[in-house]
């Protein structure tokens, strides 16, 4: 039985282990002495969590909340470092002529419809007091605001949509915690298999260590004002 005179000790978890940012986000984290325990889950880990099967969310936040009653953990940061660019489905639009429905439905599934049912599942198990993070992978190109070449439809609006999941997210958690986080995050581009294809010459391709220190150091110095916002990988806030 779990020792209730003990306080819980820290949690970490990062669902989208299996790609690029977030293998190695949860690499770092691993290491840092904020948290007793870190875990990734992905659509190949033992728990699984398979976007396109409800169910499978259900359970792996089921398999969480058990793991902190069990081992007297409590979820202080959850990472969700999903995302779909380019597949066998399709390639980001050019123009509007380009616009295909299975490639609309496949980028907002993975972009948004996925990360929504994260929410629904994983956002209750985060502590209703004192601080605790959400962050949500997005991208810079899904600002409206910032939006001057057009193009890419299908991902700029499926990461458009998760923005705004994250911004109301964000207000019905500092209902529940007034110390919680919410944020949509920028990584830039980053070497990994969903940008590799668009990486241009004169881009500052990153590597995916170098981006999730940058993103691990943005979050770890958010501050509850912050919540709701979409913030680059430097720290600075992004128009919506």
């Known amino acids: ?3 209730k005179s003990v306080s819980p000790q820290n949690l970490a978890l990062v669902i989208g282990s299996g790609g690029g940012i977030g293998a190695a986000m949860l690499a770092q984290l691993g290491g840092d002495t904020n948290y007793s325990e870190a875990i990734g889950l992905s659509r190949c880990t033992e728990v699984s969590v398979n976007y ?26 959850l990472v969700v470092a999903t995302g779909f660019l380019h597949g066998d489905v399709g390639q980001p639009e050019r123009s509007f002529g380009n616009l295909d429905a299975a490639y609309l439905a496949q980028v907002f599934q993975i972009n948004t419809l996925g990360p929504a049912l994260v929410m629904k599942h994983f956002l209750p198990l985060l502590p ?7 962050g949500f992978l997005s991208a810079r190109v899904g600002s409206m605001g910032d939006n001057a070449l057009g193009g890419w439809y299908g991902y700029r609006a499926s990461k458009a ?28 581009t980053v070497a990994t298999a ?41 720290g600075q806030k992004l128009p919506f």
């Open 161 to 188: 949509a998760l923005n705004q999941l994250v911004k109301t997210a964000s207000i019905e958690l500092s209902r529940r915690n007034k110390e919680s986080i919410c944020v949509s995050l920028h990584p830039g």
């Open 52 to 77: 396109a099967d409800e169910s499978s969310i259900a359970n792996a936040a089921e398999f969480i909340a058990g793991l902190c009653e069990t081992a007297n953990l409590e979820l202080r940061l």
């Open 194 to 234: 969903l940008s590799q294809p668009f990486a241009k010459t004169g881009l500052n391709v990153r590597p995916a260590s170098e981006a999730a220190t940058d993103l691990l150091a943005v979050l770890a110095g958010l501050k509850p004002v912050d919540t709701g916002c979409l913030i680059d990988y430097q």
């Open 1 to 3: 039985m779990m020792n």
């Open 128 to 134: 209703k007091t004192g601080r605790c993070v959400a």
